[in-house]
């Protein structure tokens, strides 16, 4: 390494630059690492700047550090000259100039190269072709994005695709810094064999004929002026510009270049077939396939995922990254340098870029550099807009936006218009827009990242959160109404979009501002419950209303995250926990007047005291809700209460009942349009036919149920019903179809169990049981009832006997006595065991449960048998 004090004058015009950079700092008594984060760059920049190794920096680079350093005039001045000095002025009628790029900076023209193999980039070149090649074409197209994301390659593959449509001739020029007007006019038409703007004119004669201009944002002002003295001169001339921003003349075209798609969170362990469907995958496979010979291993894939998700699908910061796996694996690499991609080198020889410009030392040294070039070419005020942006982890809406901008107000309270910002940062490439949806707007991930270490470095970050939290709350609260009803799919999706930021948001408001996180997770308690996270929204809810700095908040707000706490607990069989709360919450909305939440309240508890054997209590809280609903015309929860009511015929063993009610819940669900509550419905008449005996029609309504609440997205009901279906098989003795359905019951987790339209009848499966004897809960049961049911149309009574002794184990504290009743009938018709037929006559004594006729006959022969 060369010693700081040992610096020799260096080429190119930067002799001084090294010594006035480190007197400068020295001065303001900065480290490197602290002048570097002052500036916003990589420490290594201003390293290599010191010891003269780089030999010409981007001037943006400069001028950040000029700002950092406090440097006022002259001083500023002398250090911004010492960086690039001001190259000769050239005249627009000298010899065109030798075909490289000169020691000034001066724009060249150059020998067009080859094109480089594109990975994902096809539509991109076919949307341009057919722009270049259409008529009346555009006289100017704009490639505009970061450094490093492909611009150049992009618009070297269409030059030479459109090649044959161009009979002028393709050409290309190369901008340097410091060029003026005469060197970019005169490098123009001299890629064209030509002295003279007229000869130009005179040589195509009306052809057309395509120049491209690479690197504009190098001196913006003469690229305009001599792109509008060859729409004059040249009718025929098509021009082709790459920059880090629109040339800005009338008619441009702008064509924002994206990064490549990347997988998303959720497909990192998706097979190697499936993740190098993804351009950004595919080509780091590709560069890493040049430097090691072996593939990625499948212990290796996921962290490559992360990696490209972790780049932006950035291809010169992937191609980079691919490079140091000569060294390192995967997952070192995603270790060593997932959380400071910024860092990340983008010269020095890393990798070859493709185009003219692979050595170029004008390139940015780092991503940070990168995205500080086009951060700087923002107003102060799109600056500031874009460090909120930041906060956003993944996609999100325009509201979204004027949400987190809101406070950015004029004196009369109007939100400025976000769309024209938005319109900035997707012609400067710091906006990714994918998709047609609402939350299609993304900033790319490097750029997300350098915004918010500068309202980190402003001081802003905290209140940033806090706004961000505070609209994803306001978003779950338009959004949590939807969550039952014709919307209802459409309401979980759109949270499903969001939910790394529902995360974020709720992690960072429960430290900073836990009523809002109070009010962002009472609002998401459904949404947690059909996306199968109830333990950990229980969690989460208990944590809040637990906290002091909650206990004043508005009663009715408590009261929806207690009754979230109980809807959640019923999930996974705690239910009973939680009565209080239940309980609690009902008091609070009926002394609000809230009718809704009262509506809530008494379902949940109806679905909570089943769960403790309180059936009576819960058939009033049913009643309850059908009154109530009636009385203001709530349809739906007039369809509710009926269901409720009919899953309780259906414990007792009336039938009758339940059809009349289930038949009213039809009606009423189809008049307020509510679907799922009509599949509910029919997952209800499965089990009424399967109590009927009629195991055919439960298995065709409870295959097509199971269909219906797959598109709907509610795990539970799908495994409760799934147990109707499995027991309606093995009654009816398809012993092979029953014993699939229990493969699908068993490796799941514990469900939830209660009553009606929202939590479904009884006996629902959760767990599954591994042999007689060790049933531990609801599912378990039915899962012993089905083996039992099996064993006995086998012939088998001693098995079948304890796989129905597990089944009434497993009931005999569950909120169920049908299922209590079915296993006791099992394995009385199993063993003729007189304690087991006085037990059985106990609980049907006890709950009121009837004996459906089936069962009064089976009985009635075993003790025919008996007698005999």
């Known amino acids: 390494m060369t010693p700081e004090h040992d610096r020799s004058p260096r080429p190119g015009g930067l002799t001084g630059l090294p010594d006035l950079l480190r007197g400068h700092r ?82 060249a023209p150059v020998a067009l190269p080859p094109a480089a193999e594109l990975i994902g980039r096809e539509r991109d070149v076919a949307e341009l072709v057919k722009m270049l090649t259409d008529e009346p074409a555009p006289r100017l197209v704009s490639l505009v994005g970061l450094a490093g994301v492909g611009k150049t390659a992009l618009a070297l593959a269409v030059a030479h695709a459109v090649a044959g449509r161009h009979p002028g001739g393709v050409a290309g020029v190369l901008i340097g810094e410091g060029s003026d007007a005469a060197d970019v006019l005169a ?32 001196a913006p002002d003469p690229v305009a002026e001599t792109v509008r003295r060859l729409a004059v001169a040249v009718p025929s001339l098509r021009v082709l510009v790459t920059g880090r921003h629109p040339v800005g003349l009338r008619g441009e075209r702008v064509r924002p270049v994206a990064p490549l798609d990347v997988p998303p969170p959720g497909r990192d362990h998706a097979g190697p077939d499936a993740l190098t469907g993804y351009p950004a995958v595919a080509l780091f496979a590709a560069r890493l396939a040049q430097v090691r010979p072996d593939p990625p291993t499948p212990a290796e894939l996921p962290a490559m995922a992360r990696l490209v998700r972790r780049l932006g699908g950035l291809p010169l910061a992937i191609e980079l990254m691919a490079a140091r796996g000569r060294v390192l694996d995967l997952n070192e690499l995603l270790d060593r340098y997932g959380d400071r991609v910024l860092d990340l080198a983008t010269s020095s020889g890393a990798a070859e870029r493709p185009g003219w410009n692979a050595t170029d030392p004008a390139v940015a040294e780092t ?154 997770a009472a609002g998401l308690s459904r949404w947690w419950r059909f996306r199968g996270r109830d333990v950990a929204g229980r969690r989460w809810l208990r944590r809040l209303l637990a906290d002091p700095r909650t206990a004043d908040a508005d009663p009715v707000l408590r009261a929806w995250a207690s009754l979230g706490v109980a809807r959640l607990a019923a999930e996974h069989g705690a239910g009973g926990e939680e009565m209080p709360s239940a309980r609690a919450a009902l008091a609070a909305f009926r002394e609000a007047g809230d009718v809704t939440g009262e509506l809530e309240a008494r379902t949940v508890l109806c679905a909570l005291l089943i769960g403790t054997g309180g059936h009576d209590e ?13 009385r203001h015309g709530r349809t739906r929860d007039m369809a509710v209460a009926q269901n409720n009511l009919a899953w309780h015929g259906i414990r007792v063993g009336d039938l009758v009942a339940a059809r009349r009610r289930l038949a009213a819940v039809d009606r009423l669900a189809t008049q307020s349009g509510e679907q799922r509550l009509r599949v509910l419905a029919q997952a209800n008449l499965a089990e009424v036919a399967r109590l009927e005996g009629r195991y055919a029609d439960a298995v065709d309504r ?105 089944a009434a184990e497993a009931a005999a504290d569950g909120q169920d006595r049908r299922d209590l009743v079915e296993a006791l009938v099992g394995l009385a018709a199993s063993t003729a065991d007189p304690a087991t037929l006085d037990r059985l006559d106990e609980v049907c004594r006890n709950s009121g449960v009837r004996l459906l006729p089936h069962e009064e006959q089976l009985l009635y022969a075993l003790a025919a048998a008996r007698a005999k």
């Not at 038409?189 to 944002?217: N, Q, T």
């Not at 819960?618 to 009636?630: D, P």
């Open 26 to 107: 020295l001065a303001a008594g900065l480290t490197q690492a602290e002048l570097a984060s002052r500036a916003g760059i990589g420490v290594r920049t201003v390293r290599e700047l010191e010891r003269g190794r780089s030999l010409r920096p981007q001037r943006t680079t400069v001028e950040l550090l000029a700002t950092a350093l406090g440097l006022a005039e002259p001083a500023r001045s002398a250090f911004l000259a010492a960086a690039r000095p001001v190259p000769a002025p050239r005249s627009a009628t000298a010899e065109p100039p030798p075909a490289r790029h000169d020691d000034t900076g001066a724009a």
């Open 187 to 218: 490098a123009s038409i001299a890629v064209f064999e030509v002295a003279r703007l007229p000869d130009l004119a005179v040589r195509l004669a009306g052809r057309p004929a395509l120049l491209l201009m690479d690197a504009v944002e190098r």
């Open 367 to 520: 991503l940070r550099d990168a995205v500080a070039t086009s951060y700087l070419l923002l107003a102060p005020e799109e600056q500031a807009a874009l460090r909120r942006l930041a906060v956003f982890g993944n996609r999100w809406s325009i509201e979204l936006a004027e949400e987190v901008l809101a406070d950015d107000v004029d004196p009369a309270g109007v939100v400025p218009d976000p769309v024209p910002l938005l319109d900035r940062l997707l012609q400067l490439g710091l906006l990714s827009v994918r998709g047609s949806g609402p939350f299609r707007f993304r900033l790319l991930d490097a750029v997300r990242d350098f915004a918010a270490e500068q309202a980190a470095g402003a001081g802003e970050l905290s209140c940033v959160r806090r706004r961000h939290a505070r609209a994803m709350a306001r978003l779950v609260t338009r959004t949590a109404p939807e969550l039952v009803g014709v919307r209802l799919t459409a309401a979980v999706h759109r949270l499903d979009e969001v939910s790394g930021d529902i995360s974020s948001a709720l992690a960072h408001a429960a430290v900073d501002d836990p009523v809002t996180a109070l009010r962002l």
């Open 618 to 630: 819960a058939r009033e809280q049913a009643e309850a809700v059908l009154a109530l609903a009636t």
């Open 702 to 806: 409870g295959r097509r149920t199971l269909s219906a609440l797959t598109g709907l997205g509610d795990p539970g009901h799908r495994r409760r019903v799934l147990g109707t279906v499995g027991l309606a098989l093995a009654q009816d003795g398809r012993t092979a179809e029953a014993a699939e359905v229990l493969a699908q019951l068993r490796p799941a987790g514990v469900a939830g169990t209660g009553p009606g339209a929202t939590y479904g009848p009884a006996g629902g499966p959760g767990r599954a049981a591994a042999g007689p004897g060790t049933v531990t809960g609801p599912a378990d049961g039915i899962c012993a009832l089905i083996e039992g049911n099996l064993a006995l149309h086998r012939g088998d009574r001693e098995l079948a006997a304890e796989w129905f002794a597990a």
